[in-house]
């Protein structure tokens, strides 16, 4: 059970102030109003308690869980409860809304306000969550707008209010540790049109989560590099995975605000919201490489798990080896390639080892994290390390086909090609991915399995269940 204390106020009615707020945490309408309210609670004159947490049994005097989840309860300060729209309306004073309030109070609109309010309550899980986001965007914008930039941590209790960098708050420590795997219910994925975001976002759904997708069309990684622009867009979920990424500079996109920049103002606005936990696609290899796909990509990680070692939020950074499946443009070349009997790889595509992971397996560690939390570092691997020429080669088997003769291009030629394939954007060929190959890229499948629950899927059997099935 999460409860959000309020300060000590003076001033306001005490005989209603504090008002502690039972609300429906699952519900998205019920939860984004609750964040607007939060944000918004300068005074400290509201308490929020989140009936829908696993383990709630605090119950007001008079009440049970089905009417609780009826209708929105208020316990005023003399034990007296406010119940439906009553409630609201004293939330709304508490929250210095007292305009909506007045509004609410005239005659004619109270009296559809009281009848009204039982119906929406009623029907609340039947409203489409893009139309609760649309309805929330602009208070909360404008709320975390007010808010920005500060932190209100009181006597081991946080209010939701947005922390500075160098804030370290028990309170937020606490409720992250206290986690279960029901606590995550909504969750935004940034870059759910890519090849990895979409698999996340079928698993999440399958699992019963409510997913938000974010794209090109609703954000854009290459401008918006401000937390101030994010922290309406991640408020009211409960986590955020960013699965954004590029293999290299392109003439409309660039690594640095699409790998670091963005990443890091979007992580800061989930601190600032108050969202829970945080998930950071990058890569195996990241952590030495000095290409600039990797030093982007590090930087933004470094960002996270530094919010993490903070105290502000949950964050994990997933780094997965090269990933197969259908749609990813590295796996499409791969099966190109498994079709040659002749294959001209350079040297470094011969000698160097890789651990393949399919894209199912990626997602499936996604939704186990959300879930379950996990180290501040996951590498998410395959079963088996091998070279990328025996990887193919073991494409071209599940294909049915001979094993191909294998030809090492000396360094030289290797490195003009990749020269060439710099100026083609459009394929994933290019010197990054040439220096990219050039080191080992395995980790522990061992822990990787634990994060897992299950044993991955293993390289022999990538065609049928990460390509043919597309499972």
Known sequence: MRVFPAAPTTGPDPSIYPLTLYFDGACPICSGEMHNLMLRNTAGLLRFVDISEPGFSAFPPGTDMPSLMDLMHGLRADGQLAIGAEAIGLAYRGAQLGWIARIMDLPVLRTVCDRAYPVVARNRYRIPRPIVRMVFETGLRRAAERRAGRAACRDDACEYHPPPASASCAARRHRRRVMNPTSIRSVLVCGASGFVGRRIVRTLREAGLAVTEGNSRTQDFQQ??????????VTGFDAVVNAVGLLRDTPRRQLEPVHHRAPAALFEACARAGVMRVIQISANGVAHSPTRYATTKRAADEVLLRLRAEGRLDGIVLRPSIVYGRGGASAALFMNLARLPVLVLPRAAVQAQVQPVAVPDVAQAVLRLLQDGGPEIVTAVGPRALSLAAFIGELRRQRGQQPARVIPLPDAPSRWSARLGDHVSS????????????QDNIGDAVAFERVLGRPAVPVERFVEAAWASDL
């Open 427 to 438: 394929q994933p060929w290019s010197s990054e991915s040439l220096a990219l190959l050039e």
């Open 224 to 233: 918006d590099l401000t937390p101030d622009l994010w922290v309406p867009r």
